[in-house]
């Protein structure tokens, strides 16, 4: 099942998240704050029970990664999960800002 998630992203001038849904389900998405023109602060990560295990969050975070580094966008972290993976892994922290 997660070969086939399609994670998208919604945005507005001050907020967005990452997600996945399933039948006008949300099923997982990481929510992030804008804290500048070049800044967002990421707040939550919620992957549904039924993906757990199933590296769902983490592919939200390479989205989001993606999509930080093609738009020139810092992120900082406040979500437990988002910040301990910028900090295990040194190939996503070109757009760490701590």
Do not use: N
Request: hydrophobic content about 40%; overall charge negative; proline content about 1%.
């Amino acid at each position: 099942m997660t070969d086939i998630i399609q994670i998208e992203h919604e945005r507005d001038a001050e907020r967005g998240a990452f997600y996945f849904d399933k039948q006008g389900l949300r099923l997982a998405e990481m929510t992030y704050t804008r804290a500048g023109s070049d800044l967002i602060i990421v707040d939550h990560t919620f992957v549904h029970d039924a993906l757990r295990g199933h590296g769902v969050a983490r592919k939200l975070l390479d989205a989001l990664v993606a999509w930080a580094r093609e738009s020139h966008t810092r992120v900082m972290a406040t979500c437990p999960y988002t910040k301990g993976q910028f900090e295990q892994d040194a190939s996503i922290r070109d757009v760490y800002a701590g």
